[in-house]
T-cell receptor, first 117, second 117 residues
Framework: AQTVTQSQPEMSVQEAETVTLSCTYDTSESDYYLFWYKQPPSRQMILVIRQEAYKQQNATENRFSVNFQKAAKSFSLKISDSQLGDAAMYFCAYRRNSGGSNYKLTFGKGTLLTVNP | DAGITQSPRHKVTETGTPVTLRCHQTENHRYMYWYRQDPGHGLRLIHYSYGVKDTDKGEVSDGYSVSRSKTEDFLLTLESATSSQTSVYFC????????????????FGPGTRLTVL
């Protein structure tokens, strides 16, 4: 079974600084997708970024970028120029893409990010 | 933002009573999902639907049933609520299950906080 591990229950960063959130996963599949979702205090789950495993290039979305290391099964999220609005719980998620029940998102337990002014 | 609403947003009920949560979408997406979120567990899939009247179980389906009579509505029923079902429930939708320009990405509703006393 696939598992997703976020080893940092909490992180903090100063406004305008850069922070990296860690995620590792375990799978025997070669075709899959990885996601970072953000959950602010409003509880809404917001997609931050998505990475296809077959793509070597790391995904970027404005101030958010990932470091995808397929061999190491690592998928970290870097937030540059942190803003107060980035404060939230961040979830890493995995989804296979090869036959069978490939619908399921497997989530990590989350990392709570605090942004200090 | 994807057009997904959930009702009610908050509910308090007593053990043994039936409860129905509603998810409504305006995106005409084929796939809909119900997750529950509990501290220390991230999000876990309860049931999902791959079309009108087509549903299947997720990893934590015991004690829950679902129905989908229209594309836009996906109902989650707790047949006899228990305290262990106190949780935050999220509905999600996706256009497809297979990656086609990211159309398999799941987008989440605002959540329903359910308390079973």
């Amino acid at each position: 079974a696939q598992t997703v591990t976020q080893s940092q229950p909490e992180m903090s960063v100063q406004e305008a600084e850069t922070v990296t959130l860690s995620c590792t996963y375990d799978t025997s599949e070669s075709d899959y997708y990885l996601f970072w979702y953000k959950q602010p205090p409003s509880r809404q789950m917001i997609l931050v970024i998505r990475q296809e495993a077959y793509k070597q290039q790391n995904a970027t979305e404005n101030r958010f970028s990932v470091n995808f290391q397929k061999a190491a099964k690592s998928f970290s999220l870097k937030i540059s120029d942190s803003q107060l609005g980035d404060a939230a719980m961040y979830f890493c998620a995995y989804r296979r893409n090869s036959g069978g029940s490939n619908y399921k998102l497997t989530f990590g337990k989350g990392t709570l990010l605090t942004v200090n002014p | 933002d994807a057009g997904i609403t959930q009702s009610p947003r908050h509910k308090v009920t007593e053990t043994g009573t039936p409860v129905t949560l509603r998810c409504h979408q305006t995106e005409n997406h084929r796939y809909m999902y119900w997750y529950r979120q509990d501290p220390g567990h991230g999000l876990r899939l309860i049931h999902y639907s791959y079309g009108v009247k087509d549903t299947d179980k997720g990893e934590v389906s015991d004690g829950y049933s679902v129905s989908r009579s229209k594309t836009e509505d996906f109902l989650l029923t707790l047949e006899s609520a228990t305290s262990s079902q106190t949780s935050v429930y999220f509905c999600a939708i996706s256009e497809s299950m297979w990656s086609a320009g990211g159309t398999d990405t799941q987008y989440f509703g605002p959540g329903t906080r359910l308390t079973v006393l």
